[in-house]
């Protein structure tokens, strides 16, 4: 049987969905990058690239050298292909401008370059997460320099969105707004290879996923619906619960789109400056995509996601996704 690679499925949805070649284009150029970062993760130690940079992002976490590499890799293999008008990521404070030297195009690339950064030193699954926009009203052709406004849409403009699984096996996991597609990358042939047809997340779970060392700073009906999941089949759910937490967001999501299972960043009390820990535009807007295009759910507890109008670049949000049931349950007990 023939296997259909990364490159062949996105020619096959321009035939049958329309996808633009430019689009295609930078799919592709993301995907080769996210090779690169696949490979400097897996030398770890013997690659040096593991311990701090000894600098900070400007939400003031200390950034990894392998962040900054992340971040570099993927600036550099997207900034020269002209499909482009900008980027911006989690580890830069500013939206990043096409070099003027290049052509510009008509995308913009929003991405955490490697997530789950707490997990890079430990060898536990980390991850990249990207989201794709249209830039609004032809922004590519002017000269004057891309601010923050061109990104701040809202979630259900994004035209792709994905992620890679660096774990025991490199995995990249793409909608184009048709499904959920997961491909294996074969290291051998250095191709991604569908391995994942139409992923769907089931309707119900008996998974959780949420850090419970916060359960002191967390809202009232977080307490109670996590309350009611840890008391399982005594108490008024009527089961039992499993609780799973990586601190990979990617490895998270990942298992819930593969068996199922609801994953919780709620807002809390720590800071009440800061609505959650994740951040809208390339954690939360991407996941939720994915997610709802397996046919699963993503709300802050109070709203779909999807329909946030962003206020700024590095904006954080709730997020509760994952299984249908249980969003839907945990969101309804914000209304209740
Ligand atoms: P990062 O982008 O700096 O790695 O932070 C995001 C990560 C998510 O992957 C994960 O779900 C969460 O932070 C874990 O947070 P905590 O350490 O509070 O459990
Ligand atoms: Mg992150």
New binding site residues.
């Given amino acids: 049987m023939s296997r259909v690679t990364l490159s062949r499925y996105l020619i096959e949805q321009t035939r049958s969905n329309n996808t633009p070649a430019d689009l295609r284009f930078l799919i592709e150029v993301v995907a080769r990058a996210c090779k690169e970062i696949s490979h400097a993760v897996s030398k770890g130690a013997l690659g040096g690239v593991l311990g701090s940079a000894e600098s900070e992002n400007i939400q003031g976490?200390v950034q990894k050298k392998l962040d900054v590499l992340s971040n570099e890799i993927l600036l550099e293999a997207n900034e020269w292909g002209g499909h482009l008008a900008g980027m911006a990521s989690?580890e830069m404070d500013n939206a990043y401008q096409i070099p003027g030297k290049y052509p510009k195009g008509a995308y913009l690339l929003v991405f955490?370059p490697l997530?789950?950064?707490?997990n890079i030193d430990v060898n536990v699954s980390v991850g990249t997460i990207f989201s794709v926009l249209r830039c609004p009203n032809q922004c590519f052709s002017q000269n004057d320099s891309l601010g923050e406004e061109a990104f701040l849409q809202p979630g259900t403009e994004q035209v792709a969105a994905g992620y890679a699984i660096y774990g025991p096996q490199t995995m990249l996991i793409l909608t184009l707004g048709h499904g959920v597609m997961g491909f294996t990358l074969d290291r051998e042939l250095g191709s991604f290879v569908l391995t994942h047809e139409h992923l769907q997340v089931p309707q119900s779970t008996a998974e959780f996923a949420i850090?419970m060392s916060n359960q002191r700073h967390w809202e009232e009906p977080v307490k109670r619906y996590v309350g009611e999941l840890l008391a399982g089949k005594e108490g008024p759910l009527g089961k039992n619960y499993n609780m799973r937490?990586i601190?990979?967001?990617?490895a998270?999501v990942h298992r819930i789109l593969t068996r199922g299972g609801i994953f919780m960043?709620p807002r809390d009390a720590r800071d009440p400056s800061m609505p959650g820990?994740?951040r809208l535009m390339y954690?939360a807007n991407p996941m939720s995509m994915i997610i709802e295009q397996a046919g699963g759910a993503a709300t802050t507890g109070t709203q779909r996601i999807l329909d946030i109008q962003p206020s700024s670049l590095h904006q954080r949000v709730p997020v509760f996704l994952g299984s249908k049931e249980e969003v839907e349950r945990v969101t309804g007990y914000h209304q209740a």
């Fill in positions: 976490e989690e955490d997530d789950g950064s707490s850090n937490w601190a990979s967001m990617v998270d960043y820990k994740l954690e």
